[in-house]
């Protein structure tokens, strides 16, 4: 099976308690922004590129919030989805990515845990908790040692 990574930045509205959803064309479902990691990419970086594309938002990852993965047998894939907290930069939203996303739209928690249902606790248990995300940068191993180049 091949490895995927995907990542998806779940964008939350503590004022109004909504979540920023898109609605993808080819499957026709919502979800969090996000995508595939492309190739020398990180995980926030994907994060945040995916954001861009479909909403239009700039956006800053904060924390871990979930890590889930799956068999996706037709495929043939093995794929590990990572979700990031992250904050809205910028105001506007403006989808970019209009070949694959039809719209974007706040969504209460309820609306959310209607298309999310793989959270047992829905959305909220995975909106209180959270573990840092560390970018530990380029790490060279060699006989003298370990070196992390920030």
Known sequence: MKEVRVAYALIHNEGTKQILMVLNKKNESWTLPGGLVEP??????????????????????????AVNEAKMLANKEHATFVTFRAEQISEEIKIQDTDKIAEA????????????????????SIITSGVPYVDEGIITVSKKGTTING
């Open 40 to 65: 020398g990419e990180t995980l926030a970086e994907a994060a945040v590129r995916e954001a861009k594309e479909e909403t239009g938002l700039d956006i800053q990852v904060t924390t871990i919030l």
């Open 105 to 124: 739209k706040w969504m209460s928690y309820e609306e959310v845990d209607h298309v999310m249902t793989y959270y047992p606790g829905g959305i909220r």
